[in-house]
């Protein structure tokens, strides 16, 4: 393929758009036009082959990337977006990651190339989407304040309080040595109790959802500890999974973070 | 009572949107993708995009998030893919579909 006589100063606005922007994965025949609602306003379409189609739109053959947060936040929720129309448009999807781009290929267009994937993964993508059918995917984060766990730790098990009040009966160098110990032992304590309540939430959520994935534990340095970090699949507007952690919050130290519904982003990998 | 209900994506956090756009949902072959070499600058940017919102730095997530994109870019650079930017027409019409 040749380029003939673009003066690319000029024509600025002349890039090929011969590559495909892939947002995701659905069921359904029939071409159908979405409208300009895709990143830039771009016009999102969908390409189909057996029963499944791809919702994609035109564009360079190059990632997207910016220099201005501004942009790439837009560019974000413009993916999800899209992402979302599609679910209403045509019910389970199967959402793509961002920048996501097919090339033509030597053979022929990235039209093509999309088409032969989706063939080539159809029977992985008819299960997928089985899988996910009416359902929706939430986020549950359970945080515990450990300084009020270590404070509670230490007035309510005997042998921690023991060493506090001997601690503090003592001349200051022992005292010293004695604060520490007991630093280690409530802290091991704190450990060890946010260990078993992880388990025990992750136990009784488990229970009112279809499917799991245990995520990444992030770092905290507000002294409140993530304990749990889950991406959820169940029907869609279930209750049973509020309901569970309306009564994990009544722990005392204990708060929860619940977003969604999602597509399910968390449930198409391998 | 009503139990609790989820906050939808809107009253969410980016981060949360981030999460799931950036790190999670299908990936093409990688001789089908235009080259990802971008991605873990994306990574990086979007820290900018975000600092000084509280919950990104209430979670501390970015460096670990932009650590596993940049790990995942490297390994996606490591699979054979040709960055040569094809040719192609001039046609900046959408397709037309019916």
Redesign the interface.
Same mark, same amino acid.
């Given at each position: 393929?040749?380029?003939t006589n673009?003066d690319a100063g000029a024509n600025a606005?002349?890039?090929?758009?011969?590559?495909l922007y892939?947002y995701?994965?659905a069921r359904g025949d029939?071409?159908?036009?979405m409208g300009p609602i895709g990143l830039d306003d771009r016009?999102v379409?969908?390409l189909t082959s057996g029963p499944l189609r791809a919702v994609v739109?035109?564009c360079p053959?190059?990632?997207?990337?910016?220099?201005d947060?501004?942009v790439?936040?837009q560019w974000?929720?413009a993916?999800?977006e899209v992402v979302q129309a599609a679910a209403n448009a045509f019910g389970a999807v199967?959402?793509?990651?961002?920048?996501?781009?097919?090339?033509?290929?030597q053979a022929g267009s990235a039209?093509d190339?999309?088409i032969a994937?989706l063939d080539e993964k159809r029977d992985r993508f008819c299960r997928l989407l089985d899988r996910v059918e009416g359902k929706a995917?939430?986020?549950v984060q359970i945080f515990c304040d450990r300084q009020r766990m270590a404070a509670s730790l230490v007035e309510d098990d005997q042998a921690l309080g023991d060493m506090r009040d001997e601690a503090a009966a003592k001349p200051r160098g022992l005292a010293h040595i004695l604060q520490q110990k007991l630093a280690k032992a409530v802290r091991e304590g704190v450990e060890k109790q946010a260990d078993a309540m992880a388990q025990d939430f992750y136990g009784r959520l488990r229970r009112c959802v279809d499917d799991v994935r245990v995520?990444?534990l992030?770092?905290?340095?507000?002294g409140m500890q993530?304990l749990l970090n889950l991406s959820c699949l169940m029907p869609d507007g279930a209750?049973e999974l509020?309901?569970e952690?309306?009564e994990i919050?009544d722990t005392p130290g204990v708060s929860?973070?619940?977003?969604?519904?999602?597509p399910p982003?968390?449930f198409?990998?391998a | 009572?009503e139990?609790? +209900?989820?906050?939808?994506?809107r009253r969410?956090t980016?981060v949360? =949107?981030?999460?799931?756009?950036?790190?999670?949902? %299908?990936?093409?072959?990688a001789d089908?993708?235009?080259? +990802?070499?971008?991605?873990p600058?994306?990574g990086a940017?979007?820290s =900018?995009?975000?600092a000084g919102t509280e919950t990104m %730095?209430?979670?501390?997530?970015l460096a670990?998030w932009d650590q596993s994109i940049r790990a995942a870019g490297a390994a996606r650079r490591e699979l054979p893919r040709?960055d040569a930017?094809?040719?192609?027409?001039?046609?900046?019409t959408?397709?037309q579909?019916?």
């Open positions: 393929m040749t380029v673009v606005n002349a890039v090929a758009t011969d590559a892939v995701c994965v029939g071409n159908c036009l016009t379409y969908t739109h035109n053959a190059q990632p997207y990337e910016s220099q947060p501004q790439l936040q974000i929720i993916h999800q199967l959402p793509m990651s961002f920048d996501m781009i097919v090339r033509p290929a039209g190339a999309l994937w995917e939430y986020g995520e990444k992030r770092k905290d340095d507000s993530m209750k509020g309901r952690l309306d919050q929860v973070r619940f977003t969604g519904p999602w982003y968390s198409v990998g | 009572m139990p609790q +209900l989820p906050k939808s994506y969410a980016l949360d =949107l981030l999460d799931r756009v950036l790190d999670r949902g %299908l990936f093409l072959r089908l993708v235009i080259s +990802l070499a971008g991605i600058l994306i940017q979007l =900018l995009a975000v %730095l209430k979670y501390g997530m670990e040709s930017p094809p040719g192609g027409c001039q046609n900046d959408p397709c579909t019916a």
